[in-house]
């Protein structure tokens, strides 16, 4: 299923795989593994309209013009904590992209997202911005992430994330019309605590083995 602004990635690799990860009795390492092996299925489907170009090179038969990629390399942003089980595989089909972090916090309480760290590549206006977070829940920690990356100069950004909600959907699309979402799934809904339904309950935990 796709639109402008929510593309669902419905190969079915992606979709087994996902079955799998959501399995609350799926253990920590197969979790982390499912993860990086999907995060690159998706990243096949983000950059799919990356910029090209042709340089030449010399086969061992003849001279030709080859296609190659364009412009600066990309930045690949991860939203903390659970924002690096994504960028691993990302990162590893996209060796050369810059990486950055944006440190937000959900107050349980509130639902709102707290900064605590923020260092992203330079020359953000000039690259295309992958922000990675698995879970677009209530959309309130993806928005202000969005925030600050516009304000440190980024114009083309896109939010790659595992599971979607429509909550979160509609807030980012509310927010932030210009950029739009690849993911996965999108799921039913939330319930009353943030969580999406029957989502894959806290990423970050199930990915690091915490709680
Ligand atoms: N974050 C998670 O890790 N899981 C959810 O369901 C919602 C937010």
């Known amino acids: 299923?796709?639109?402008?602004?929510?593309?669902?990635?419905?190969?079915?690799?992606?979709?087994?795989?996902?079955?799998?990860?959501?399995?609350?009795?799926?253990?920590?390492?197969?979790?982390?593994?499912?993860?990086?092996?999907?995060?690159?299925?998706l990243a096949y489907e983000v950059t799919r309209n990356l910029a090209m170009t042709t340089k030449?090179?010399?086969?061992?038969?003849?001279?030709?013009?080859?296609?190659?990629?364009?412009?600066?390399?990309?930045?690949?942003?991860?939203?903390?904590?659970?924002?690096?089980?994504l960028l691993d595989g990302v990162l590893e089909l996209i060796p050369s992209a810059r990486v950055g972090f944006v440190g937000l916090y959900?107050?349980?309480?509130?639902?709102?997202?707290?900064?605590?760290?923020?260092?992203?590549p330079e020359g953000l206006d000039d690259r295309l911005v992958i922000a990675v977070d698995p879970m677009l829940a209530t959309g309130n920690s993806s928005v202000a992430a969005i925030d600050l990356l516009k304000d440190a100069g980024a114009t083309n950004i896109i939010f790659l994330c595992l599971l979607a909600?429509?909550?979160?959907?509609?807030?980012?699309?509310e927010a932030h019309p210009d950029v739009p979402i690849?993911?996965?799934?999108?799921?039913?809904?939330l319930n009353?605590?943030?969580y999406i339904m029957p989502g894959l309950g806290d990423a970050g935990d199930r990915m690091f083995g915490t709680k």
């Open 1 to 41: 299923m796709s639109d402008q602004h929510l593309t669902v990635v419905d190969h079915p690799l992606v979709q087994h795989k996902l079955t799998i990860m959501r399995d609350k009795d799926t253990p920590t390492a197969v979790f982390r593994q499912l993860l990086r092996e999907i995060s690159q299925l």
């Open 56 to 85: 030449q090179v010399e086969t061992p038969m003849e001279v030709m013009d080859a296609p190659t990629l364009d412009g600066k390399k990309l930045a690949l942003i991860s939203i903390l904590r659970a924002g690096n089980g």
């Open 106 to 120: 959900r107050d349980e309480e509130t639902l709102q997202p707290v900064q605590y760290y923020f260092k992203v």
């Open 165 to 173: 909600s429509p909550e979160g959907v509609a807030r980012m699309k």
């Open 182 to 189: 690849v993911t996965a799934s999108l799921d039913a809904g």
């Open 192 to 194: 009353e605590l943030g």
